[in-house]
């Protein structure tokens, strides 16, 4: 088993991330078996594909390190860098440009969304990032991904990539790429902003009150909890009442993945209450589960050189795991190296 999962460094770890990716890294990290073997990143190529500032970029690098440490990835078990410090990763996007076709891209979602109407006026790298994303997954073998529900169409990407890839240039009997399964949780793959329940959770989101980020403090925490948004009735005894109700679904859901109750359980507990009484719960709950981390990503985030020394240990051994594919990949490609 290989698990390879990225995420990009720009603003702060939220909810979503935790929920729908970092809390399964960890979990599967602490589960490994002998032989297999975590790969994280930091997606620092992926973040330069949309407008921001260079000076930001490298501070919010050793950010979410610090924040992935806090959350339990443990440096000595799993495999941490950032892709940077890995050139294999641009190499292989390079090679995999060849395979990828215009149409897939373009059928894209975060492509479409990201885009908008302005098609024109953006990077190529926004248009070309999921053939680096998918680049970071073969170049290791990867047989699982755990990422979110909105990743899911660039890992069907990357499956597509591979088995093109292996059906032009490789034999059946050896294939150069693994075809990666996504691992996306049941539960809380989705987790939605606080003030819209139809939207996701997210980093580029420009209110605050959206998201709760893992280093808030306790009344920040609480502030915007109470603040969610909500609809006025109360909560239901089943989970079928929930449908139609995304802002009391999405609430509830967080509170059951945090204390692993299942929904149906949560609302055999506050069924027939108001989001008056189920608010305070649902804040206490996060501030006591988030105040460990928060502590904990203060503490590291402070020591800058510890955080550089873990991402060079990382980047060495994420060089070598990478090696024989890349060099696998320029053969396959007929072409001549030295
Ligand atoms: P990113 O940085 O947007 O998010 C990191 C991880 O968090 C998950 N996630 C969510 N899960 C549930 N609810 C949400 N509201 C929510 N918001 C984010 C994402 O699904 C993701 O798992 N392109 C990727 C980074 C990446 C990557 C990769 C991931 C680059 N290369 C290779 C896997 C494999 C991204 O921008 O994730």
New binding site residues.
């Given amino acids: 088993m290989r698990v390879?999962?990225?995420?990009?460094p720009?603003g702060n770890l939220?909810?979503?991330?935790y929920?729908?990716?970092?809390r399964n890294w960890v979990r599967m990290q602490d589960e490994m078996e002998e032989g297999s073997q975590c790969l994280f990143?930091l997606?620092d190529l992926?973040a330069i594909s949309m407008p921001y500032d260079p000076a930001e970029l490298k501070s919010a690098t050793l950010e979410m390190t610090a924040a992935l440490v806090a959350c339990g990835i443990d440096p000595s078990r799993s495999v941490l860098f950032n892709q940077a410090q890995v050139p294999a990763h641009s190499e292989l996007q390079w090679l995999l440009n060849g395979t990828a076709r215009m149409g897939w891209l373009n059928r894209m979602t975060?492509w479409k969304d990201k885009a908008g109407k302005n098609r024109e006026g953006q990077s190529v790298a926004l248009f070309a990032?999921p053939v680096?994303?998918a680049a970071?997954?073969l170049l290791y073998q990867?047989t699982h991904?755990?990422?979110?529900?909105?990743?899911k169409q660039?890992?069907e990407l990357?499956r597509d990539i591979a088995q093109k890839f292996n059906n032009d240039f490789a034999s059946d009997d050896a294939p150069v790429f693994t075809l990666p399964d996504p691992y996306i949780p049941p539960e809380?793959?989705?987790?939605?902003s606080l003030r819209d329940g139809t939207a996701?959770?997210?980093?580029s989101d420009p209110s605050e009150m959206s998201r709760i980020n893992l280093a808030d403090d306790a009344d920040t925490i609480m502030k915007k909890v109470k603040k969610a948004k909500t609809d006025p009735e109360p909560l239901p005894s089943e989970a079928a009442g929930l449908e139609g109700r995304a802002e009391a679904l999405n609430l509830v859901s967080i509170y059951s993945a945090f204390t692993g109750k299942s929904v149906a359980d949560v609302l055999g507990e506050f069924g027939g209450q108001g989001f008056g009484a189920f608010k305070p719960a649902l804040g206490e709950l996060l501030v006591e589960s988030l105040a460990p981390i928060s502590a904990r990503f203060r503490e590291l985030r402070q020591d800058r050189e510890a955080l550089d020394a873990i991402l060079a240990r990382g980047a060495a051994q994420a060089r070598d795991i990478g090696t024989p594919t890349l060099n696998a990949t320029y053969q396959a490609l007929g072409l001549v190296r030295g």
């Avoid at 939220?14 to 991330?17: D, F, P, Q, S, T």
């Avoid at 996701?200 to 980093?203: L, V």
């Fill in positions: 390879v999962s990225g995420i990009q720009t939220h909810l979503g991330n929920l729908g990716a970092i990143f997606a992926h975060q990032y680096l994303q970071d997954v990867a991904v755990p990422v979110g529900e909105d990743q660039h890992l990357a809380a793959a989705r987790i939605m996701k959770m997210s980093k």
